[in-house]
């Protein structure tokens, strides 16, 4: 085996496995950290810059330790006053409807959809005013009122027939009680 030192390269499709044919590649964490300077900046401007980040970045890890501190003092104060996560999603939702029905697009679409019920209304009264008319029409006519006479005549014969059975001189009537029918149908 190499020495103990040895840099194993990751991407390698033989990472990970040892061989005689891997090689000493020297170490240096420095190297890999730094990189070349920017051209047009000097070793001090560039030492003032990464201190600014270092900062900076410090900064950003103390904001996030803060917000997470509110976030969790908020959530302790809302749990103490009974506001749970559904009604905050509720006040979320009725805030956006309340914005929806506020929008140009909502109105527009509003007004649009109440036109249309109008003239759907007018053309469906229309249509009822028509029929009624043509139905009226229709009872008027020669046809109709042949056609109703003949049913007329239809119905008084078999109604008359009923009411003559009643009678208690009729040879199948029985006082008070109706006829019994025998008939299969």
Not at 137 to 157: A, C, L, P
Request: net charge negative; hydrophobic share 30%; glycine share 8%.
């Amino acid at each position: 085996m190499e020495s103990a030192s040895q840099d194993i390269n990751l991407n390698s499709p033989n990472k990970g496995l040892l061989s005689d044919t891997m090689t000493d590649v020297p170490v240096d964490n420095t190297a890999s950290a730094r990189t070349s300077a920017p051209e047009g900046l000097t070793e001090a401007e560039e030492e003032e810059l990464r201190s600014e980040l270092a900062k900076v970045e410090e900064e950003i890890g103390t904001l996030r330790q803060v917000l997470a501190a509110k976030e969790k003092h908020c959530g302790e104060l809302k749990r103490k006053l009974g506001l749970t996560t559904f009604d905050g999603l509720k006040q979320n939702l009725s805030k956006s409807w309340h914005d929806v029905q506020g929008s140009n697009a909502y109105k527009k679409t509003q007004e649009t959809l109440s036109q249309a019920g109008q003239k759907t209304s007018a053309a469906l009264s229309n249509v009822g005013s028509v029929i009624s008319r043509k139905l009226g029409d229709m009872r008027n006519s020669t046809t109709f009122k042949s056609f109703e006479d003949r049913v007329g005549t239809i119905k008084s014969k078999v109604v008359g027939g009923r009411e003559n059975s009643t009678d208690p001189q009729s040879p199948t009537g029985s006082g008070d009680k109706p006829p019994q029918d025998n008939a299969p149908f």
